[in-house]
């Protein structure tokens, strides 16, 4: 039974070449990246995404509303209920927009309304259970990302020296061919 020598490309041996040691050295930094680069690169894409997503919600204010008007329409998300509003601010100052409504309203009904800083209607701000479950998949996608990445360096650095390894056998047997058959090529 052969016994497999591990670490090979580190070694002194007399079959050892530059390009070994250059794979080897791809090898090490593509892995070092993977195991520390991705998860440094995920957890600095969640941390980031989910206070973005939190403080998106920051400024927003509910308040009660009252539909004025509603009808079906075509959204970005699919097909709902879209209708005018009116509200009375915080500050007793009254308010009009449109806004996304629930299955069933109609005018007369009560809705709630999120308000933005300059007191438009704007969609309901993200939970923190939304927040940090948006972070983690925007994370694990960086993560993924930069694994890929490394991989795809490593292939790439792989092909290059395999066929500077190739370019430089055919070199090396065209020298010694004519030697061993006694007849130039």
Known sequence: MERRVRLWRWRRNPLRRRC???EAWVGLVAGAVMVVGA???GVVAFTGATEAMLNDGRGARRVAAVVTDAHEAVTPTGTGRLGAVRWTAPDGT?????????AGAGPG???TVWLDEDGAPRGAPPSPA?????GALLGTGAAGGVCLLALG??????????ARRSARWEREWAEIA??????AL
């Open 109 to 111: 009904t009560g809705v």
């Open 94 to 102: 009254p308010g009009t927009g449109f806004t996304r409504l629930p």
């Open 39 to 41: 998860p440094a690169v």
């Open 153 to 162: 360096a490593r292939s790439g650095a792989r092909r290059r020296l395999d």
């Open 178 to 183: 004519p030697r061993w058959s006694g007849q």
């Open 20 to 22: 070994d040691v250059a």
């Open 130 to 134: 939304v927040a940090r479950t948006g």
